[in-house]
């Protein structure tokens, strides 16, 4: 079964310093993958996804994911983290075959940034 | 894009209850879906909902417990029937239209 998974329940990091969040996907020749920030009363909001082509991808705010189709990861990162940053970060792999749109999402990382 | 309105936000809700989710987007779509998110626990998908056919429901999940309506190609409904404290959650509906676009989701408490 499909499955997409975030080894890092919480990370916390000081403001200004890098930041790499982990993704492992499990399951399809040709993934689409997805990265999301969920900020309380916000809803699910989409950073960035890929699909194909370039391996390297950048979104919104500043965040860039790498795709390693040898690592099976999709993992988030920026360069310098800002305290607006603070959220949950959700990866997600769309199960496309056939008409069936679904997203299997990981359990999500927690962002602390520290002044 | 999509924009999509759910209501409730939030609700508190006396267990044996029932509570009806609506979902309404400013554009037509063939497929709905609605997620769960459990405490600690990733957003899983419930069913998948068709304009004109039963919804879908994946492993876990039963019709009786969460029934869905789909009267349309803009709406749609998600009821969580005769709850318990373990059905409480976030519920989501969401559409796919190049990507995924979420409603802002119902945050449940069952007591």
């Known amino acids: 079964a499909q499955s997409v998974t975030q080894p890092d329940i919480h990370i916390t990091v000081s403001e200004g310093a890098s930041l790499e969040l982990r993704c492992n996907y499990s399951y399809g020749a040709t993934p689409y993958l997805f990265w999301y920030v969920q900020s309380p009363g916000q809803g699910l909001q989409l950073l960035l996804k890929?699909?194909?082509?370039?391996?390297l991808v950048q979104g919104i705010k500043g965040f860039e994911a790498e795709f390693k189709r040898s690592q099976s990861s999709f993992n988030l990162r920026k360069p310098s983290v800002h305290w607006s940053d603070a959220a949950e970060y959700v990866c997600a792999d769309l199960n496309s075959g056939g008409r069936n749109y679904k997203l299997t999402f990981g359990k999500g990382t927690l962002l602390t940034v520290n002044p | 894009s999509a924009v999509i309105s759910q209501k409730p936000s939030r609700d508190i809700c006396q267990r044996g209850t029932s509570l009806t989710i609506q979902c309404q987007v400013d554009?037509?779509?063939?497929?709905m879906f609605w997620y769960r998110q459990q405490p600690g626990q990733s957003l899983t998908l419930i069913a998948t909902a068709n304009q004109g056919s039963e919804a879908t429901y994946e492993s876990g999940f039963v019709i009786d417990k969460f029934p869905i309506s789909r009267p349309n190609l803009t709406f749609s409904t998600l009821t969580v029937s005769n709850m318990s404290p373990e059905d409480s959650s976030i519920y989501l509906c969401s559409v796919y239209i190049t990507e995924a676009f979420f409603g802002q989701g119902t945050r449940l408490t069952v007591v």
């Open positions: 890929y699909f194909s082509g370039d391996t």
């Open positions: 554009s037509q779509v063939t497929m």
